[in-house]
């Protein structure tokens, strides 16, 4: 995607690579009072382990897991497992496009407490809308997302770790 590849096939023995650690810009804030999860097509891997450590730790959080079709909802069966609807203050709800038509956002926002983070990965068409809706909505919410590129500004920075 962003050249690394390119730099690696021309690297030869004896070549000094400096690597960093991984980066993590899609982490749980801790102590907040409600989670949303949102959660669109392979964006459900790091939003099913959100869940995951939310439900161990006995969070308020409500979680939506959205998919073209039920076939594509590979990860409904563990959702289900985690038990989310068993908790008065919690939820899970699939939504499948050919089933229940488009997502309403606008809908979700309203429901969603003041004072809950949100969490959301998946396409970047669903992305766009839940940033414009929180955006553009009045209640306040702290929103993070996580993208399958880099950001612009990440691709624009010169490669220097290899010497």
Same mark, same amino acid.
């Given at each position: 995607?962003?050249g ?8 030869k ?22 989670y ?16 995951? &450590?939310?439900?161990? @730790?006995?969070?308020k959080?409500? *979680?939506?897991?959205?998919?073209q079709?039920? %076939? !594509?909802?590979a ?15 919690s ?16 809908a979700?926002i309203?429901?969603?407490p ?9 396409? &970047?068409?669903m992305? @766009?809308?839940?940033?414009?809706? *929180?955006?553009?909505?009045?209640k306040t919410h %702290? !929103? ?18 290899l010497?």
């Amino acid at each position: 995607g962003s050249g690394g590849s390119l730099k690696m096939h021309s690297l030869k023995v004896g070549d000094r690579v400096i690597i960093d650690g991984p980066r993590n810009n899609f982490q749980l804030t801790p102590n907040t009072p409600h989670y949303t999860l949102i959660a669109g097509g392979i964006g459900v891997t790091p939003i099913f382990a959100m869940a995951r &450590e939310l439900r161990e @730790n006995n969070a308020k959080v409500d *979680v939506y897991y959205l998919v073209q079709s039920e %076939e !594509l909802a590979a990860f409904a069966p563990h959702f289900e497992k985690l038990a989310f609807n068993d908790q008065s203050d919690s939820s899970y709800q699939l939504h499948c496009d050919d089933k229940n038509g488009l997502f309403d956002f606008d809908a979700l926002i309203e429901k969603i407490p003041s004072d809950s983070a949100i969490y959301t990965c998946g396409p &970047e068409p669903m992305l @766009n809308k839940v940033i414009d809706v *929180v955006e553009n909505h009045t209640k306040t919410h %702290e !929103l993070h997302f996580e993208r399958f590129t880099i950001a612009t500004e990440e691709l624009e920075k010169e490669n220097s770790s290899l010497k």
